[in-house]
């Protein structure tokens, strides 16, 4: 079936190092992805999207990058920051209009 | 302007036993959403509505039923529960089918 997975379910950094996390995702219909960050005890809060007629798109700190040959999505934070430490999700919106599939997530780790 | 509120936070129920999640948004979206968190995974859609008075089913619909009678609020709910269900539950909407989906703070069930 169709799926939104995570190359890594972990990541270690120190303030103020760039954090890359990334997504692959298998359905080629899918054109709008989006990023959450959920910290333990909340809900998934929005940090940016992109649609597929887009390669990048930048955000407060953040990058979103989108590459269609190869079905990969990932997160760029800049200057990452303790209050970064969360999980981040990738979403994709597949065939079906309106329903997001998420990823397992990766959690980011930021040490002072 | 509280966004997505679910009532309530926490609940323990019996095996067999009903409930009825609620979920109210006051931003007055068209799309809403019921995801089921499992620990150590992504967020599972259960049911969704893109409207008032319509409901479908996600990805994970089984034991669950949900009802949108007023366009601000979307009612999960379960009949016989199972142990099974334990999980965290988030309610979400949005203003269309590929727009951003806001959460809300979730729902801690625990069936025994």
């Known amino acids: 079936g169709e799926s939104v997975g995570l190359h890594l379910p972990t990541l270690s950094v120190q303030e103020g190092d760039n954090s890359i996390i990334n997504c692959a995702y298998s359905?080629?219909?899918?054109?709008?992805f989006i990023w959450y960050k959920q910290e333990s005890g909340k809900g998934p809060q929005f940090i940016i999207d992109?649609?597929?007629?887009?390669d990048k798109r930048q955000g407060q700190r953040v990058t979103v990058l989108l590459n269609k040959t190869v079905k990969h999505l990932s997160l760029q934070i800049a200057a990452t920051q303790p209050g970064d430490s969360a999980v981040y999700f990738c979403?994709?919106?597949?065939?079906?209009?309106?329903?997001?599939?998420f990823g397992q997530g990766t959690i980011l780790t930021v040490h002072p | 302007n509280a966004g997505v509120t679910q009532t309530p936070k926490f609940r323990v129920l019996k095996t067999g036993q009903s409930m009825t999640l609620l979920c109210a948004q006051d931003?007055?979206?068209?799309?809403m959403y019921w995801y089921r968190q499992d620990p150590g995974m992504g967020l599972r859609l259960i049911h969704y509505?893109?409207?008032?008075?319509?409901?479908a089913k996600g990805e994970v619909p089984d034991g669950y039923n949900v009802s949108r009678l007023k366009k601000q609020n979307f009612l999960l709910g379960l009949e016989s529960a199972a142990p099974s269900q334990t999980s965290v539950y988030f309610c979400?909407?949005?203003?269309?089918?590929?727009?951003?989906?806001?959460f809300g703070q979730g729902t801690r069930l625990t069936v025994v």
């Open positions: 979400a909407s949005s203003v269309g089918g590929n727009t951003e989906a806001f």
């Open positions: 359905n080629s219909a899918s054109d709008y």
């Open positions: 992109i649609r597929s007629n887009m």
């Open positions: 979403a994709e919106n597949g065939t079906s209009y309106g329903k997001l599939t």
């Open positions: 931003m007055n979206h068209e799309y």
């Open positions: 509505s893109v409207g008032e008075g319509t409901t």
